[in-house]
């Protein structure tokens, strides 16, 4: 059984900081592409960032220059910095993975969501 837990939530002021961490658990073999995702709250949920397993990396529009978003993988996690945050950066962030597990089957998994909040 393969799952993925974020961590690193919380609330902040506009203009500080936040590291999220997604940490896979499971029999893996390997991890494909992984995303952050968020959902604000009447919206849909919308691409933050994504990376793949050669670290090629993809943002959505409205956090371009603002966050990064890593890998390790001999942790099996994958990290999201979140810097100069804005209020409008709000919503329940979500990790997504592709994980192959040493059975040689692929699964696709989503984390429970980590709360950020950001003041104005």
């Known amino acids: 059984q393969v799952q993925l837990v974020e961590s690193g939530g919380g609330l902040v002021q506009a203009g500080g900081s936040l590291r999220l961490s997604c940490a896979a658990s499971?029999?893996?073999?390997?991890?494909?592409?992984m995303g952050w995702y968020r959902q604000a709250p009447g919206k849909q949920r919308e691409l933050v960032a994504s990376?793949?397993?050669?670290?090629?990396?993809n943002y959505g529009d409205s956090v371009k220059g603002r966050f990064t978003i890593s890998r390790d993988d001999t942790r099996n996690t994958g990290y999201l910095q979140m810097n100069s945050l804005k209020p409008e950066d709000t919503a329940v962030y979500y990790c997504?993975?592709?994980?192959?597990?040493?059975?040689?089957?692929?699964?696709?998994?989503w984390g429970q969501g980590t709360q950020v909040t950001v003041s104005s």
């Open positions: 997504n993975a592709e994980v192959q597990v040493y059975s040689g089957s692929f699964h696709r998994r």
């Open positions: 499971g029999s893996i073999f390997s991890i494909n592409a």
């Open positions: 990376i793949t397993s050669g670290g090629n990396t």
